[in-house]
């Protein structure tokens, strides 16, 4: 059974930086996409950025471009997603996601919170 656990979450001032990790387990992902969403209080799960597991390229919203990086460590089984320059407007619980064509799997997700 697929797992995705997300760590490093917290509270940050606005320019800060944070790290989230996905720990994946439970099956090979050499053929999955892996995915960052974000979902803030009274609005819907936007995607953020997504990595494949195989080739290492790489998918970002507009909005991340240059702020955020997400990248994989294929022996940890882990994928990250840098954050710098920290908005207010990135408050939200960061998910973690997994899946072929479609994001079937997700993580419990972490709680960013950047203050002004």
């Known amino acids: 059974q697929v797992q995705l656990v997300e760590s490093g979450g917290g509270l940050v001032q606005a320019g800060g930086s944070l790290r989230l990790s996905c720990a994946a387990s439970?099956?090979?992902?050499?053929?999955?996409?892996m995915g960052w969403f974000r979902q803030a209080p009274g609005k819907e799960r936007e995607f953020v950025a997504a990595?494949?597991?195989?080739?290492?390229?790489?998918y970002y919203t507009d909005a991340m471009k240059g702020r955020f990086t997400i990248s994989r460590d294929s022996a940890k089984n882990t994928v990250y997603l840098q954050m710098n320059s920290l908005k207010p407007e990135d408050t939200a619980v960061y998910y973690c996601?997994?899946?072929?064509?479609?994001?079937?799997?997700w993580g419990q997700g972490t709680q960013v919170t950047v203050s002004s």
């Open positions: 990595i494949s597991w195989s080739s290492g390229s790489t």
């Open positions: 996601s997994a899946g072929v064509g479609s994001y079937d799997y």
């Open positions: 439970g099956r090979t992902f050499n053929s999955y996409s």
